[in-house]
């Protein structure tokens, strides 16, 4: 079992910058792949970032690449995501998520263990 909790959000202006991070218990946290997904309103969950288990490759959304970095840092179980000059688009509810399948995934079904998400709004 794995528990995830992210923290971070919040309302900002477009352009701005947000920190997001997601704290894990449970399973050894370097064992395992971790990503970030956003959901806006009427919309599916989407991919952002992954980050293979130690840390060495990241994959990131075309919508996202160059303005957010997904990091981690074992020794704490944490993984975070860097979000530089937000976008209103970039509004959306965000969820880190543990992939102890083996692998990375860039899918939703990928993963196995949620966290509960945090709100990020950036007004125009």
């Known amino acids: 079992q794995v528990q995830l909790v992210e923290s971070g959000g919040g309302l900002v202006q477009a352009g701005d910058s947000l920190r997001l991070s997601c704290a894990a218990s449970g399973r050894t946290f370097s064992s395992y792949a971790m990503g970030w997904f956003r959901q806006a309103p009427g919309k599916e969950r989407d991919f952002v970032a992954a980050i293979t288990r130690l840390g060495l490759t990241t994959y990131y959304a075309d919508s996202v690449k160059g303005r957010f970095t997904i990091s981690r840092d074992n020794a704490k179980n944490t993984v975070s995501l860097q979000m530089n000059n937000l976008k209103p688009e970039d509004t959306a509810v965000y969820y880190c998520?543990?992939?102890?399948?083996?692998?990375?995934?860039?899918?939703?079904?990928?993963?196995?263990?949620w966290g509960q998400g945090t709100q990020v709004t950036v007004s125009s």
């Open positions: 998520a543990a992939q102890t399948t083996g692998g990375v995934g860039l899918k939703s079904y990928d993963y196995n263990y």
